[in-house]
């Protein structure tokens, strides 16, 4: 059974940078779309960013241009490097992956338990 592990959230203020964490347990990396997701109480999941497994990368326009996704296939861990953070970008943030990742997150085979981000402004 695969299981993603997220580390790395915490509380930063405005304008500030955070890299976020995902270890997969098993070796799935190369063979998997890898994916970020977040959610806030009362809202629905909003899918953030994505590589897929051939290496082609998208974002939210929310994110775009802040937000950068990176891939260690060596280490089996994905990226969510984020900076100029905004308070609106205050939330938990899901890894997920899958051969293919829509942005809806329907349909994902595997997720994290998530990591709080909380941004101060």
């Known amino acids: 059974q695969v299981q993603l592990v997220e580390s790395g959230g915490g509380l930063v203020q405005a304008g500030g940078s955070l890299r976020l964490s995902c270890a997969a347990s098993?070796?799935?990396?190369?063979?998997?779309?890898m994916g970020w997701f977040r959610q806030t109480p009362g809202k629905e999941r909003e899918f953030v960013a994505h590589?897929?497994?051939?290496?082609?990368?998208s974002y939210s326009d929310s994110v775009k241009g802040r937000f950068t996704i990176v891939r260690d296939n060596f280490k089996n861990t994905v990226y969510l490097e984020m900076n100029q953070l905004k308070a609106e970008d205050t939330a938990v943030y899901y890894c997920?992956?899958?051969?293919?990742?829509?942005?809806?997150?329907?349909?994902?085979?595997?997720w994290g338990k998530g990591t709080l981000v909380t941004v101060s402004s």
């Open positions: 997920a992956a899958d051969r293919v990742i829509q942005r809806t997150g329907d349909d994902i085979e595997y």
């Open positions: 098993g070796p799935i990396l190369s063979w998997y779309s």
């Open positions: 590589e897929s497994w051939t290496g082609i990368t």
